[in-house]
């Protein structure tokens, strides 16, 4: 089955503390993307990757850092340094560098202790 | 960046009525998509209008687009109660590459059986 996969779906972090969110994808896209998602509100772009080795800030990226060594897989690490973490993270990804219909992993919600 | 704005907020029918969102916008756009969230997941792809059609059919699914009054409106016929879920516009901005869509707040769908 093609799709994306995130995980945990559930992660908590103390203070202090780096978190990684995994997201891996097996539908060949090129184009890889970070959003976060709060309570009554819409998704707010953090990172993107339109090709391997390669990645853009996005609107809210002060707190968070990604790679792209694979094509396959882009995580995301919340630093410390993001002081407001809580909330509903989800990547997606789309075939080429347009933008156009994305698809969307099930999400990770990540909350501090 | 310029959201979408969906309205209502909230709206709840009785099963087998009509649903009618609609989703305002500021910039001119390359294209507007419609993605539905069901609760704690992630987003799916719904439909996907571009800024020279009027509107689009999709199953039971209907979406026009106004780029005079920079409007776009979702029907959905006949509904389910599977169709309880947030709808989400999102626009691509003319211009815009990867990171070229932005998200609307949503419009939360109810079905009452």
């Known amino acids: 089955d093609g799709g994306i996969t995130q995980s945990p779906k559930y992660l908590f972090r103390k203070e202090g503390q780096n978190v990684t969110l995994s997201c891996e994808q097996n539908?060949?896209?090129?184009?890889m993307y970070w959003y976060r998602q709060d309570p009554g509100q819409g998704l707010r772009l953090i990172y993107y990757?339109?090709?391997?080795?390669?990645?853009q800030k996005g609107d809210i990226a002060e707190g968070y850092s990604v790679s792209r060594e694979k094509k396959e897989s882009f995580p995301l690490t919340v630093t410390s340094a993001q002081k407001n973490p809580t909330a509903f993270y989800l990547c997606?990804?789309?075939?080429?560098?347009?933008?156009?219909?994305?698809?969307f992993g099930s999400g990770t919600q990540l909350s501090v202790l | 960046s310029q959201q979408g704005e969906e309205d209502p907020q909230a709206l709840s029918i009785q099963e087998g009525e009509n649903a009618t969102m609609n989703c305002s916008y500021k910039?001119?756009?390359?294209?507007l998509q419609w993605y539905r969230q069901n609760s704690g997941r992630g987003l799916v792809h719904l439909i996907l209008?571009?800024?020279?059609?009027r509107e689009k059919h999709s199953g039971r699914l209907r979406v026009t687009l106004d780029t005079s009054k920079k409007s776009s409106s979702l029907l959905i016929t006949a509904s389910r109660a599977a169709d309880t879920a947030s709808y989400f516009c999102?626009?691509?901005?003319?211009?815009?590459?990867?990171?070229?869509?932005?998200f609307g707040k949503g419009t939360h769908l109810i079905i009452q059986p």
């Open positions: 539908l060949n896209h090129d184009a």
């Open positions: 990757s339109q090709i391997v080795n390669d990645f």
């Open positions: 209008i571009r800024s020279n059609e």
């Open positions: 910039t001119s756009i390359n294209n």
């Open positions: 999102a626009t691509h901005h003319s211009g815009g590459g990867a990171d070229g869509l932005t």
């Open positions: 997606a990804s789309s075939i080429g560098q347009s933008g156009e219909k994305l698809f």
